[in-house]
T-cell receptor, first 118, second 113 residues
């Protein structure tokens, strides 16, 4: 069964610094996708970044990058130049199966609460 | 704005009651997914519909049911509510071109008293 592990319940970072949020996954499938979502205190789930298992390059979206290490089964999120508005819960999630079959159910980790201080 | 619309945003109801949560997916998306987020269980997949048909089922209680209508909007029905059903219920949609993104609605916060 697929599983996502986020071992950092909370992380602190100062404004303008970079921070890495850890995510490891377990799956027996060869084709899968990894997602990161941000959940601010208002509750909505905001899609940040996606990495496919066959993507050779690490995904990047603005200040977000995904450090994908397939052999280690890790998909860490790196946020560069942290901002106060980055304070939120961050969830790593995995989808099994290739993307072209359509989106399948996501399995989520327990999340990491990030607090950015001035 | 993700393009996924959920109503209502907040719902307070008594134990034993029945409620209906509504979701309108992004334009062009054929799949709708329901998730439950609770303090003790975290984020859990409940059920998926694709173009009107049930596609996958997760940890959905028998007291809960869902459907997707011809216009692709979906409803999640929760009945015989218990205190433990209090949670944030999310709808997500996908199925447009790509499939490498999944967009969530803002959620419906259900409080059972």
């Amino acid at each position: 069964a697929q599983k996502i592990t986020q071992t950092q319940p909370g992380m602190f970072v100062q404004e303008k610094e970079a921070v890495t949020l850890d995510c490891t996954y377990d799956t027996s499938d060869q084709s899968y996708g990894l997602f990161w979502y941000k959940q601010p205190s208002s509750g909505e789930m905001i899609f940040l970044i996606y990495q496919g298992s066959y993507d050779e390059q690490n995904a990047t979206e603005g200040r977000y990058s995904l450090n994908f290490q397939k052999a280690r089964k890790s998909a860490n999120l790196v946020i560069s130049a942290s901002q106060l508005g980055d304070s939120a819960m961050y969830f790593c999630a995995m989808r099994e199966g290739p993307w072209y079959t359509g989106f399948q159910k996501l399995v989520f980790g327990t999340g990491t609460r990030l607090l950015v201080s001035p | 704005d993700s393009g996924v619309t959920q109503t209502p945003k907040h719902l307070i109801t008594a134990t034993g009651q029945r409620v209906t949560l509504r979701c309108s997916p992004r334009s062009g998306d054929l799949s709708v997914y329901w998730y439950q987020q609770s303090l003790d269980q975290g984020l859990q997949f409940l059920i998926q519909y694709y173009n009107g048909e049930e596609r996958a089922k997760g940890n959905i209680l028998e007291r809960f049911s869902a459907q997707q209508f011809p216009d692709l909007h979906s409803e999640l029905n929760l009945s015989s509510l218990e205190l433990g059903d209090s949670a944030l219920y999310f709808c997500a949609s996908s199925g447009g071109a790509g499939g490498t993104e999944a967009f969530f609605g803002q959620g419906t916060r259900l409080t059972v008293v």
